[in-house]
């Protein structure tokens, strides 16, 4: 393959498979917001989107989440195109935490190293409570850090893009879930 930042956008889609179609994703997204509804019920929450993949998740459960949230969101990774070691806090939430019940969304647990990071984060900032919640669990074999409280979808161990996950910068914004081939 030639160098993936010099692919047109069309390119990953062509070289792609649907893992999880809109219907499956849906289903999905109004499960995982009647799991967290039961789990939370009652409560006021803060949602914090783990940016930039958990930006998907968060918009789709607002309009699904009959809770009172408040909404903010943080940035820090490991990757940087697609590997990396070191978590890079860009942005770090402005709500106090302490106190509240913190619900942790992201596109994707891969190998639970930055979620595992933002739990940590969230606690020791005083929030009473934290759960996470991802649209998609990786099913890599790998013994991750933590495991999430709600899990949408587990894709396989393939490179997965679409709702929220990118490759290489493109096609966060697709409604299904597709691996390249």
Not at 28 to 45: F, N, T, V, W, Y
Not at 155 to 177: K, Q, S, T
């Amino acid at each position: 393959m030639q160098d993936p930042d010099n692919q047109s956008p069309d390119y990953w889609l062509a070289h792609s498979d649907i893992v999880f179609t809109v219907a499956d994703v849906t289903k999905a997204l109004d499960q995982i917001a009647q799991e967290l509804h039961d789990k939370l019920a009652g409560q006021s929450i803060l949602l914090l989107c783990v940016m930039r993949g958990g930006l998907y998740l968060a918009g789709q459960l607002m309009q699904r989440l009959q809770l009172p949230a408040r909404l903010d969101y943080l940035q820090a990774n490991r990757y940087h195109g697609t590997s990396g070691s070191e978590i890079v806090w860009a942005k770090e939430p402005e709500f106090d935490m302490t106190a509240q019940t913190v619900v942790v969304l992201d596109d994707i647990l891969d190998e639970g190293i930055t979620l595992a990071e933002v739990v940590q984060y969230c606690q020791k900032a005083g929030a009473t409570q934290v759960l996470t919640a991802v649209l998609a669990d990786k099913d890599n074999g790998c013994v991750k850090p933590l495991q999430a409280d709600v899990v949408g979808l587990t894709v396989p161990n393939r490179y997965v893009f679409g709702c929220g996950m990118d490759v290489y910068g493109w096609w966060r914004n697709l409604p299904e879930i597709r691996a390249l081939k």
